[in-house]
């Protein structure tokens, strides 16, 4: 650690505090992590399962974990430095995001997901604080509870945010996957939009009693395997009426509104794929380049090149591979 000089404690999560930190000798600005818990063996580091993640992503959108040290018991997450996280920059904004700076984000967090879930991995805790931000660009962090698609059930252990909880997860349903995650990011885009969370459940029933409010009670129809979940442990979904999404949300277009609904669907096999939202009309002005015309060897850029005259030119038909955000 003493090639690193700590600058400012920049988070305190539920697993560790995080620090910026300069490398003495190449100068790079770094995020360490400092995990609360004493690791006695490397084997024992090895097998988290941020580890274990993040070694198997390689995406731009992904935090990029660099290294890994453990001293004295104390195990150091090295990622490299990202600005501020989604939540600071939703409370220090006076105004609202425009739906084209959502829209980019949003662009960029589904192409992550759709890498990670592709490769096998879902998030399970995404929220805004774990969103990552330096200017346009969009990280998605925090893999402490990320789970491998095909390890074994029951998922019993503690699971994400109250807030963007999925409701499979809240009825404790025992299989649940990637859906929760997608659940997750409509209950973010329609944040951004409002600057107010979705779902601000009190407690798990509340959580429960706020979705009711907003999508109405599940049914037969809805979701019938949530009827199911319910009965199994004695839970009486709360009676109400579904109500207008552009009631809660009043600034997202309609195609926001749609694609929010479409992700908050009660049931999860109801809920779209990271690709197929790619493909959502919210997602038309942005557009796919082909590896060919990439301008940064190393991989992605940011920003299309301009002056191409792309629109229309590359389709977004090769979703999952390379896309952009404009
Ligand atoms: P926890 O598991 O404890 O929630 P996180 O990895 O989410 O830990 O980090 C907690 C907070 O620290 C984040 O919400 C963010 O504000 C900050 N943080 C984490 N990683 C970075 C990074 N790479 N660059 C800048 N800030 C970061
Ligand atoms: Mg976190």
Redesign the pocket.
Same mark, same amino acid.
């Given at each position: 650690m003493e090639r690193y000089n700590i600058i400012t404690e920049?988070?305190?999560?539920?697993?560790?505090?995080?620090w910026?930190a300069i490398n003495k000798e190449s100068g790079e600005v770094?995020?360490i992590?400092k995990m609360k818990k004493k690791y006695f063996s490397w084997e024992e580091c090895i097998n988290l399962r941020e580890v274990k993640s993040l070694r198997r992503m390689n995406h731009p959108n992904i935090?990029k974990l660099k290294e890994v040290i453990r001293e004295n018991d104390m195990l150091f997450f090295v990622? $490299?430095?990202? $600005?501020?996280?989604l939540?600071?920059l939703m409370k220090s904004k006076g105004k609202p995001f425009s739906e084209t700076e959502i829209r980019n984000w949003c662009f960029q967090v589904f192409q992550a997901l759709s890498h990670m879930h592709q490769r096998g991995y879902f998030h399970r805790d995404l929220k805004p $604080?774990?969103l990552?931000v330096t200017k346009e660009l969009i990280k998605v962090?925090?893999f402490?509870l990320a789970r491998e698609i095909i390890s074994e059930p029951p998922y019993t252990e503690y699971v994400s945010t109250r807030w963007y909880r999925a409701p499979e997860v809240l009825l404790q349903a025992s299989v649940y996957s990637s859906a929760v995650d997608m659940w997750a990011m409509g209950a973010i885009i329609a944040e951004l939009f409002s600057h107010r969370p979705l779902f601000p459940g009190s407690s798990e029933a509340d959580e429960i009693y706020k979705i009711c409010s907003i999508l109405g009670t599940p049914n037969q129809h809805t979701w019938a395997g949530g009827l199911q979940l319910a009965a199994s442990i004695h839970f009486q979904f709360p009676q109400s009426r579904c109500i207008s999404l552009s009631e809660v949300v009043p600034t997202a277009s309609e195609d926001a509104l749609n694609l929010i609904s479409w992700l908050c669907s009660w049931d999860p096999r109801k809920r779209p794929t990271a690709v197929e939202v790619l493909q959502h009309p919210f997602f038309q002005p942005c557009f796919y380049v082909p590896p060919s015309l990439r301008f940064r060897s190393t991989g992605y850029a940011t920003t299309p090149p301009s002056g191409l005259g792309l629109k229309g030119l590359w389709t977004r038909r090769m979703l999952g591979d390379t896309l952009w955000g404009l």
């Amino acid at each position: 650690m003493e090639r690193y000089n700590i600058i400012t404690e920049v988070g305190d999560g539920t697993f560790g505090s995080v620090w910026r930190a300069i490398n003495k000798e190449s100068g790079e600005v770094v995020a360490i992590k400092k995990m609360k818990k004493k690791y006695f063996s490397w084997e024992e580091c090895i097998n988290l399962r941020e580890v274990k993640s993040l070694r198997r992503m390689n995406h731009p959108n992904i935090v990029k974990l660099k290294e890994v040290i453990r001293e004295n018991d104390m195990l150091f997450f090295v990622f $490299e430095y990202m $600005e501020c996280n989604l939540y600071q920059l939703m409370k220090s904004k006076g105004k609202p995001f425009s739906e084209t700076e959502i829209r980019n984000w949003c662009f960029q967090v589904f192409q992550a997901l759709s890498h990670m879930h592709q490769r096998g991995y879902f998030h399970r805790d995404l929220k805004p $604080e774990n969103l990552l931000v330096t200017k346009e660009l969009i990280k998605v962090a925090d893999f402490g509870l990320a789970r491998e698609i095909i390890s074994e059930p029951p998922y019993t252990e503690y699971v994400s945010t109250r807030w963007y909880r999925a409701p499979e997860v809240l009825l404790q349903a025992s299989v649940y996957s990637s859906a929760v995650d997608m659940w997750a990011m409509g209950a973010i885009i329609a944040e951004l939009f409002s600057h107010r969370p979705l779902f601000p459940g009190s407690s798990e029933a509340d959580e429960i009693y706020k979705i009711c409010s907003i999508l109405g009670t599940p049914n037969q129809h809805t979701w019938a395997g949530g009827l199911q979940l319910a009965a199994s442990i004695h839970f009486q979904f709360p009676q109400s009426r579904c109500i207008s999404l552009s009631e809660v949300v009043p600034t997202a277009s309609e195609d926001a509104l749609n694609l929010i609904s479409w992700l908050c669907s009660w049931d999860p096999r109801k809920r779209p794929t990271a690709v197929e939202v790619l493909q959502h009309p919210f997602f038309q002005p942005c557009f796919y380049v082909p590896p060919s015309l990439r301008f940064r060897s190393t991989g992605y850029a940011t920003t299309p090149p301009s002056g191409l005259g792309l629109k229309g030119l590359w389709t977004r038909r090769m979703l999952g591979d390379t896309l952009w955000g404009l």
